[in-house]
């Protein structure tokens, strides 16, 4: 292939209002948040969930517990 | 740059190293022009079959050279694909050639035996289009009783197992009914749902009180990620076609295949996307006049059109310096491009400015304006025509009528 096609910039999403923003900002230009920090919340938010939810299987396990039966 | 394809990502999405290598992804084909419904939208103005269609033993053909470019999947169209004698030859010589291959059609006469003989050819999904709820669907198709005729035909392909989808225009009578048409097609057994702002190409342009002005995109986005997320719990994977958007805190919830992080890329108009019409025209996106067109099968053969013909290059050889008006300094102007060709086109006669935009119209309200869309000259009468468009920008709030400027 002699001409590759165009690759866009890709977006990154804002974590406190959901819109999409350029690569390299550090704050969001719609609500203000600092993205990293927002970032950071996020993941440690899924993080816990997670393992939450692993605990949760691994306590059912341990009762007999089916995920149909739960 | 490269990426590992995920197994539960739909055949058709394109990723990075796909838009990169310029595979076509997605074939659209329309195998024939001739048509069974009268739709009020259609912007190929289908109706009888082009004089010079393509032969069995030129679409064979066709088949391998679209295979030996890596394509996945192949979309056919119409007119109303199935009313061309040898349809079936075709989706038996996809689907030998290692291709995923789906219908969409209107519904009208897809018989028991038509869907049956279609699964035994291999054919892999159907996709039905669906306008409205009854009356407003028979308007806009042209034909009374083809609401019931399409739900028919969606239970039928569900039954023969094959993957089940529909297809819907959002226009200023469809707009109202989304939830009710997505309840409906759950009802009848659809999986997928694929919507897209109605263009105004061909007979659509002949309709302006179809179409949706560029503020309504303020209620369609919030309306589509309330349904995408209702949907999916539902067991209804709702696809937004590349005319809806554009970002906004909607745009994550609508697009969100299997990650949020997903996002409109732009146009892939010859990039990942080719458009095939009945007569071999080769085009970068089916719905695009022919100015996009690169060539046709006869004369060249497909690898070097989609290599070489400078009309398929536009999206990888434009720049922010092609797009103009609003998007030429739009915050998202690098990634978005101004969005769908097919729809900047064919309001505005030329790509590069697209005025059917979530962040466009919310960025206009901010300041207590909308732009409202005026159509100066009607289109000829011909396959993929489009009228001239003026956009009026006005005071967004009820009752103050005075245009404010006007700019094409």
Redesign the interface.
Known sequence: ?????????????CRG????V?PDEEAC?FCGGDLDTLQADYDKRVADMLHAAAELREAMARAGVTDREA | MTEQRTEALPVRYAGIDDLVNRVPVSVVWEITLACDLACQHCGSRAGRRRRDELSTAEALDLVEQIAELGARDIGLIGGEAYLRKDWLEIVAAIRAAGMRCDLQTGGRNLSEERVARAAAAGLSGVGISIDGIGATHDGIRGVPGSFELALAALRRVRAHGLSSSVNTTINARSLPQLREIMDAIIDAGATNWQLAIMTAMGNAADHPELLLQPWQMLEVMPLLAELAVEGRERGLFLQPASNVGYYGPYESTIRNIIDDEIHFRGCNAGETVMGIEADGTIKSCPGLPSPYAGGNIRQRRLRDMWENADPLAFVRRRTIDDLWGFCRTCYYAETCMAGCTWTAHALMGRAGNNPMCYHRANEMDRKGLRERLVKIKDAGGKSFDHGEWEIVVEAAAPGVPDPISIHG
């Not at chain 1, 292939?1 to 999403?13: I, T, W, Y």
Request: charged share 25%; proline share 26%.
């Open positions: 292939m002699a001409e590759p096609g165009r690759v866009p910039p890709p977006l990154r999403l209002c959901r819109q999409f350029r230009p």
